[in-house]
Structures are given as C-alpha cells and as structure tokens.
C-alpha cells in the first residue's frame, strides 16, 4: 500500500510539475503581442531611428510587433521614416532641414546617427521574410492599397493604424488588418457598433486616454477588442507602469524599451 501511495504522489507530483511548465510557456508566449516595438524600438538610448537594427535588436528581447512609420519618396517609394524633417535632422543630410521629401536613392544613402541602416519596402520584405513569426504594424500612411502595390508580401501578417474610416474598410476589402486611430474611436458616434459592424478587432489610442474611458475600454475588452496605447513614455510613466498599472483596460502597447519583455521572458 505504501508503494502504491509512494507512485501515485510521483505521478500527481510530474502531472502539476508539466502543467506548471505548460503554463509558464504560454504565459511567456502571451507577453509577445503585448508590446509592439515603436518605430522598430529603441536602440542605443536612441528612439524614432526606423531602422534595420532596432528590428534585429527588439527581435532579439523577443517582440514580435514591429511598428515602422510609413513615408512617401518624392519618386512614390514608400519608406520607414517618421517624417522628413525628422529624417534629416537624424542623418548626415547635408542640404535644408525641412518637409521635402527625398528620392529613394537619396534616402537609402544617408546613416540614421551614423550607424544604423534605414528601410525601404525592398528591404522591410527581407526582414519580414527571414522573421516568419514578426507581425508588421504601419503608422503615418493612410492607403492600404498602396503599400500592397508597393510590394508589402504579407498581408496575412500586416496590421495597419488608419485614420478614416474609408482607409478602414479599404483595408478589410483588401483583407488586411485594420486597426483605427483613437481620432475615430472617440470622434464617431455609436463607435461600439461600428467596431462591431466592421469587425474590427485592435484599436490604437493615447495612454493619456485611459483614465477618462476606463468603462468604454472594459466593455471593448469584454468583446475582444485588443486596445493598444502610445504615449507610453510620457509624464513620468513607462512600459513598466503600463503593466502594471493599466493592463485591465487595456491590451498591450507601443514600447520604446523592449529590456522589460526581455525580463519577463527568463
């Protein structure tokens, strides 16, 4: 009897040890689509660079929502820039520092703080292809249809932040991924049953929202809609006080410092 007794607490104590594994993994797993790496995430204390390396390095801490902003070249290119004068502010340009925008040849010669490589579609696809799990999220460009036309490979894993509500149902027509900008969500009368009407199922608004919608963003949550947040590391707050502060409101956000997910990883 002492043996049978001696079995049967091994085999109980292996079953809640592998499920105590099981759910470390997918708890693990569930931190990946919380944060959303911002403008490819900070590299070098450096944020806004849109660059090959910060993909690489985010990738790294385990993100795998990479949002680039989305630009237009003088010669119709589309590009990952946060804007122009931006752009040109952060490299070696030379000439004026304002809105114009450069070529794609102009823009692709030019080092983002010396060091780091800037992207255009061509190689925002090689990226994405050699990363099969990353999900691409734009911000800044409005057309859908353009960065299909432009060349985007995978729209299974594309999200896009839109801006009209036209732009949004262009996207489901093309069967991509739409996720409407906070100046909709609270702009639009009865937005709930819009979002329902379209199905829509992310949104994006300022964490500075949060305080002031906590009941409209628990009902959103309650049907499934995955709110993120940007702003994140305004007034004194960061990706941290998200988390722990603000995620029964919300579904994850856009984040700088991706050292935090690398944390909750081990």
């Not at 809640?16 to 708890?27: L, Q, R, T, Y």
């Not at 990363?131 to 999220?137: G, L, M, N, P, R």
């Not at 299974?156 to 489901?172: G, H, N, P, Q």
């Not at 009368?189 to 329902?196: G, Q, R, T």
Request: glycine residues 4%; hydrophobic residues 40%.
């Amino acid at each position: 009897m002492k043996k049978i007794s001696g079995l049967l607490f091994t085999l109980l104590l292996l079953f809640f040890s592998s499920c105590s594994k099981e759910e470390a993994i997918v708890e693990k797993k569930s931190f990946t689509d919380i944060f959303i790496a911002h403008a490819g995430g900070a590299i070098e204390g450096v944020i806004y660079t849109n660059s090959l390396e910060a993909l690489d390095l985010s990738y790294r801490k385990g993100c795998k929502l990479f949002e680039l902003d989305i630009i237009e070249t003088s010669d119709g290119k589309l590009v990952a820039a946060h804007d122009w004068k931006h752009y040109k502010t952060i490299t070696n340009y030379s000439g004026t520092i304002d809105d114009t925008p450069l070529t794609e040849k102009q823009f692709l010669s030019l080092k983002i703080c010396r060091k780091f490589t800037p992207m255009n579609m061509e190689s925002i696809n090689e990226w994405f292809a050699e990363h099969k799990d990353a999900i691409f999220v734009t911000d800044k460009i409005n057309s859908p249809a353009k960065v299909l036309r432009e060349g985007f490979l995978f729209k299974d894993r594309l999200i896009m932040e839109l801006f009209t509500w036209e732009a949004v149902e262009e996207a489901i027509k093309e069967g991509i991924t739409a996720m409407p900008n906070e100046g909709l969500i609270f702009k639009t009368p009865d937005i709930e049953e819009k979002l329902s009407a379209l199905n829509i199922k992310h949104i994006v608004i300022s964490r500075t929202r949060i305080e002031s919608n906590k009941k409209f963003l628990t009902r959103l949550k309650e049907k499934g809609i995955k709110t993120y947040v940007f702003h994140v590391n305004f007034h004194g707050k960061d990706e941290r006080y998200v988390l722990e502060n603000e995620m029964d409101y919300i579904y994850g956000m856009y984040a700088d410092n991706l050292d935090l997910l690398l944390s909750l990883q081990k």
